[in-house]
């Protein structure tokens, strides 16, 4: 067993402030390279909730630090999210690379914060930083991790604003505000006058980056611009390694940096896309096992991907495909060269008894029969037993009519925007008269989806304002419904008056996948106007969620179209 050597430093930013690391090094006089991470948790934790103890990583022949981020753990200073990464990120570069001992080369790693650190510091193309991993990040912070789909991401924000509310509580000493903050995290804050302004952060937190993120709910808004890494890395080239979850609430970020840096950058850029959540990343989330081939494997890729950069070994990562994706269902790794373009297209079809009814396509019999005789293109069986068609059929036009309750919103279930995330069983859900579900026939082979997924529904509502949720699942014979994936999206549609109006085609952007739906099975789409408390309840006002008093909440009736005229549809791509 190899000795590991661990202290505490310090280093000075350019403004004075102390930051505090602890250092493992292998008990070795040979020089080595340097993995760094920077965290606001206290560096004790060092993110050993997902990776390897910082000693396993040292003796694999690293000096390892891991750095309390300024006025957080034992480092001096205010801490203000996100603001001050960058300049001292810098600081930082300059002082981990000139250790004793060291070759003066940097990797840096880590999850969510510690993924956002890492590309701060790219910003400033230190030569000593040669590879980083950022796992689970935001590329434009607004897009990818306050708002979705111009959606506030309630459940996530005022639950992490909470926890480091809590944090910097138990560092002042502020026992009263500690203890009443830790009670929130166990049971969030979520029915007060205003729901998503709840008055503990009002008055425990006033300067929490909560705030911030509730009152700029514009993407150009200099708030973002100023702290997203889209807008800080334009001429920034580095190795990169990617790693992502299908229900991590920042998936979205993560692919979205990998396929910017993968179209401009001349340096290796690997994405990894494990079954996981935010955390922990193993075999079992939610209600599945995805057996053995789900395990962590990330350390050993990192180990690989920083003795490739940092040591110049010959480890085998560049000879391999750049993208390594978990295939859900099948359970197994798939690599590929690209993400596949959308390819194929599900219609929506109902005889307007979709939120009561499984079976409302049946009224597609002589649809069905006539395009059949006059194509051959579709079977009769798939069209009577399905709501969804992969062919535009000449059916009647229906609407289905969803009526949105606040006093009893849809409660989220899984997915990537609450807790726990993963896939449930949701076949209880689905029998809510406020979810309209569509449901294709048994599958005759199965149907492996990969990558991007777009809901397009022509729609009408009474309100100024509405929200859709979209989720799709895989149907069992035995009737359980396991969801794989979902999006959400608010809506303003000023000056509508009612369903009267001419229904208007809106989109709701997945999150991406990579899913095996068995033979014998079913493809789902559920569609709700609420998803709460993954996102605020839409108050039918117009107003924002930041002034949207619980009192004031509207019933919201929503139509939703299809047939020929209103082809509502699902698109996405099959490997």
């Not at 990464?85 to 510690?114: I, R």
């Not at 639950?159 to 944090?167: C, P, R």
């Not at 969801?483 to 809106?506: A, D, H, K, M």
């Not at 107003?543 to 996405?572: C, F, H, V, W």
Request: proline residues 6%.
């Amino acid at each position: 067993m190899v000795k590991i050597n661990q202290q505490t430093a310090s280093m000075h930013t350019r403004d004075g402030v102390r930051l505090d690391a602890d250092i493992y090094r292998p008990d070795t006089a040979e020089k080595l390279p340097i993995l760094l991470m920077r965290q606001p948790y206290g560096r004790a934790i060092a993110s050993t909730v997902v990776y390897a103890h910082p000693r396993w990583y040292a003796a694999q022949g690293y000096i390892v630090v891991i750095q309390d981020v300024r006025g957080r753990g034992t480092s001096e200073g205010k801490f203000d999210l996100f603001t001050h990464e960058v300049a001292d990120g810098l600081d930082t570069l300059n002082w981990v690379s000139k250790l004793p001992y060291s070759t003066g080369e940097v990797g840096m790693y880590g999850f969510s914060y510690q993924g956002m650190t890492q590309l701060y510091a790219a910003v400033h193309q230190h030569r000593a930083l040669k590879a980083i991993a950022p796992a689970m990040v935001a590329y434009d912070l607004y897009t990818d991790w306050a708002y979705e789909n111009n959606a506030f991401c309630l459940y996530a924000n005022l639950a992490w604003a909470i926890q480091l509310a809590g944090e910097t509580a138990r560092l002042q000493g502020n026992e009263e505000a500690y203890l009443e903050f830790y009670a929130a995290a166990r049971n969030l804050p979520l029915h007060d006058p205003i729901p998503a302004n709840p008055k503990i952060m009002q008055q425990l937190a006033p300067d929490s980056f909560y705030h911030q993120w509730l009152n700029n709910p514009e993407p150009t808004a200099e708030y973002w611009q100023k702290r997203s890494p889209k807008y800080l890395l334009q001429d920034i080239d580095i190795p990169m390694l990617h790693v992502g979850g299908w229900f991590d609430p920042y998936l979205r970020g993560t692919l979205n940096l990998y396929r910017a840096m993968a179209a401009r950058s001349k340096q290796a850029q690997h994405l990894v896309v494990g079954p996981w959540a935010h955390l922990p990343w193993g075999r079992k989330l939610g209600a599945i096992d995805y057996g053995l081939e789900a395990q962590n494997p990330i350390d050993e890729i990192q180990l690989r991907w920083f003795d490739h950069f940092l040591k110049g070994k010959d480890t085998g990562v560049l000879s391999e495909s750049p993208i390594c994706l978990f295939e859900m269902g099948s359970n197994q790794w798939r690599e590929f060269e690209r993400f596949p373009d959308c390819s194929t297209t599900y219609y929506l079809a109902s005889d307007g008894l979709a939120s009561i009814r499984e079976d409302s396509g049946m009224l597609l019999e002589y649809e069905a029969e006539k395009e059949k005789e006059e194509t051959e293109s579709i079977s009769t069986k798939n069209l009577l037993e399905t709501d969804l068609s992969q062919q535009v059929a000449e059916f009647a036009n229906n609407c289905d009519i969803l009526v949105h309750d606040p006093w009893r919103p849809v409660p989220a279930l899984g997915g990537h925007a609450n807790y726990p995330g993963g896939s449930f069983d949701r076949s209880t859900l689905d029998y809510r008269s406020d979810i309209l579900t569509y449901t294709s026939a048994s599958l005759d082979s199965a149907l492996q989806i990969t990558g991007a997924i777009t809901v397009e529904v022509y729609c009408t509502a009474d309100r100024p304002s509405f929200d859709l949720c979209a989720v799709l699942s895989e149907v069992h014979p035995d009737g359980k419904v396991f969801n794989f994936t979902q999006g959400y999206s608010r809506f303003f549609v000023p000056e509508r008056s009612g369903i009267e109006n001419s229904p208007t085609l809106v989109k709701i952007p997945l999150q991406a996948t990579c899913m095996c739906i068995s033979k014998g099975n079913s493809l789902r789409l559920s569609l709700s106007a609420a998803c709460f408390p993954a996102y605020p309840v839409n108050s039918g006002n117009g107003k924002l969620p930041s002034e949207s008093r619980l009192i004031e909440m509207q019933i919201i009736t929503l139509s939703i179209y299809s047939g020929a005229d209103y082809p509502s549809n699902i698109q996405l791509a099959v490997t």
